[in-house]
């Protein structure tokens, strides 16, 4: 079964990339004149998803990053996010799968449910407004901030055994994977939300990695094929993170191994509480007088 899981992760997201690079040459145009930096990307892409094979989110870093540095538009920010981390995220998962012991049978609940939602997703998403990803995206950004926060603090139990979930638990851990899928499309990272969800069903740890990047794997490459076909993504950014992205992935798996993170994420923790702040507040201020 194992095996298969292995072989599928190459099929979908071989499918992803047959996609993307026939949309790469009918717009290299269009490509050429995206702003991202072609000098500071290979750097941004290794750094990003190097932290990322340890939990910390691509998401939430890239939803600070880009709009900062004016590589992308809120409107295609969605789509960029996740376009950038399907084939870094696939060599994630292939490496965590053979490697960290997880049931088969909750691997696939969990899979397919984050790939339904992750298909439904994009539909809605390519009709929202600016605003409305903004507000979103800012959320999703202090949802991530807390649930760090609280993994620093100890709030969140992560002293679980269990390999496998059964009953009530498997069927509320496809529920919460579909739900997860569905938000990844709008730029809300589904990474620690799924670590929280499978600490508190009582999963070893360490199964939240295989868990965390087999859903993705599958999930993120269908919604962002929906986000390719309709242009609302970042062609160069993808690029690059398909390459050094991917480089900074295998640094962290084969080279590093681990990383003490505890201060890292303090830092995080600041960064992105800012980045939701300046998100967030220019709306509020906007309706505020709109009302007076």
Not at 45 to 53: A, G, N, R
Not at 82 to 104: D, F, H, K, R, W
Not at 155 to 181: C, D, H, R
Not at 212 to 233: D, H, L, R
């Amino acid at each position: 079964m194992k095996n298969i899981l292995l072989a599928l992760i190459v099929l979908v997201n071989g499918y992803f990339i047959f996609t993307f690079v026939k949309d790469l040459i009918k717009h290299k145009d269009s490509f050429k004149e995206e702003k991202a930096s072609t000098k500071a990307l290979p750097f941004s892409s290794f750094i990003i998803f190097f932290f990322s094979t340890f939990g910390i989110s691509d998401f939430a870093i890239s939803s600070v990053l880009y709009p900062k540095l004016d590589w992308v538009s809120i409107k295609k920010l969605p789509g960029t996010l996740n376009a950038q981390c399907v084939v870094p995220v696939a060599v994630m998962a292939l490496s965590y799968i053979t490697s960290i012991e997880v049931g088969v049978k909750t691997l696939a609940v969990c899979i397919i449910s984050q790939v339904i939602g992750a298909y439904v997703g994009p539909r809605f998403v390519v009709k929202l407004p600016e605003r409305s990803i903004k507000l979103f995206v800012g959320v999703g950004l202090v949802v991530a901030a807390f649930l760090i926060f609280a993994g620093q603090m100890n709030w969140i139990p992560s002293n679980g055994e269990a390999t496998e979930l059964y009953g009530a638990k498997l069927v509320l851990a496809g529920a919460l994977l579909f739900l997860y899928g569905a938000l990844n499309n709008i730029g809300i990272g589904s990474y620690a939300l799924t670590m929280v969800t499978v600490y508190l069903l009582g999963l070893h740890p360490a199964a939240a990695f295989p868990i965390m990047m087999g859903a993705c794997t599958f999930s993120v490459p269908i919604g962002s094929v929906q986000f390719i076909k309709w242009g609302e993504y970042s062609r160069k950014i993808t690029l690059f993170t398909a390459t050094f992205g991917v480089l900074g992935v295998l640094t962290a798996v084969f080279l590093v191994k681990s990383l003490n993170v505890y201060m890292l994420k303090w830092v995080v923790i600041f960064v992105l509480l800012y980045s939701a702040y300046s998100m967030l507040v220019p709306q509020l201020k906007t309706k505020l007088a709109a009302i007076k």
